[in-house]
């Protein structure tokens, strides 16, 4: 993934759950600031489902808000009401202008 900066737009978040999302009917991704304040994205399904990506594109400049180190995972809903969440990742958000 590329490097991430605070207010960016159009970035990508990608998790892997490692199984076929063909049966998902909801997804998000998760996550933890770096001051440990969870919350989520809504998420998509990726192309082909048999990948298991699940991905986010940044709408706001508030969506990566904080500069420091952020956690995040998917986590899917399945049409027989089984859940799934993927490995954590964790990922430098970076203040602009730095690197």
Same mark, same amino acid.
């Given at each position: 993934? %590329? /490097?991430?900066?605070? $207010?960016?737009? $159009? ?15 909801? %997804?998000? #991704? !998760?996550?933890?600031? &770096?001051? $440990?304040?969870? $919350?989520?994205?809504? @998420? =998509?399904?990726?192309? &082909? +489902?048999?990948? @298991? *990506? #699940? +991905?986010? !594109? +940044?709408?706001? &400049? +508030? /969506?990566?808000? !904080?500069? @420091?180190?952020?956690?995040?995972? %998917? ?12 490995? =954590? *990742?964790?990922?430098? #958000?970076? %203040?602009? @202008? =730095?690197?």
């Amino acid at each position: 993934m %590329a /490097d991430l900066h605070v $207010g960016d737009v $159009g970035k990508t978040l990608r998790c892997n759950c490692s199984v076929d999302l063909v049966d998902v009917v909801s %997804a998000v #991704i !998760k996550y933890f600031d &770096p001051d $440990g304040e969870q $919350g989520s994205f809504p @998420g =998509t399904v990726e192309s &082909p +489902t048999s990948d @298991g *990506y #699940i +991905t986010y !594109k +940044t709408l706001a &400049p +508030t /969506d990566l808000y !904080k500069a @420091g180190a952020w956690r995040f995972w %998917a986590y899917v809903t399945m049409n027989d009401g089984g859940t799934i969440a993927s490995d =954590t *990742y964790e990922t430098q #958000i970076y %203040a602009q @202008g =730095t690197l």
